[in-house]
C-alpha cells in the first residue's frame, strides 16, 4: 500500500506591506495557472508575506 503526501512549492513571495496588498500576489498566481500550473495565495504570518504556492505530490 502506498501513501502519498502533499508538499508545497513556494514559487514566490511578496511583502504583505505594499501599497497593493496581495494583487500582486494574485496577478502572479493567476499567470501561473494561466500556465498549468495549480498556483494558489496564502498568507504566511510569521514572515508578513503573501505567497504564491504550489501543491506537489510525493509518494
Known amino acids: 500500500m502506498a501513501t502519498t503526501t ?3 512549492t513556494v514559487l514566490e513571495r511578496f511583502p504583505a506591506g505594499a501599497p497593493r496588498g496581495s494583487w500582486p500576489a494574485e496577478e502572479y498566481a493567476a499567470a501561473q495557472r494561466a ?3 495549480h498556483a494558489q495565495v496564502v498568507m504566511d504570518l510569521p514572515t508578513d508575506q ?3 504556492v504550489t501543491e506537489t505530490t510525493t509518494q
Open 50 to 52: 503573501f505567497l504564491v
Open 6 to 8: 502533499q508538499a508545497r
Open 35 to 37: 500556465q498549468g500550473r
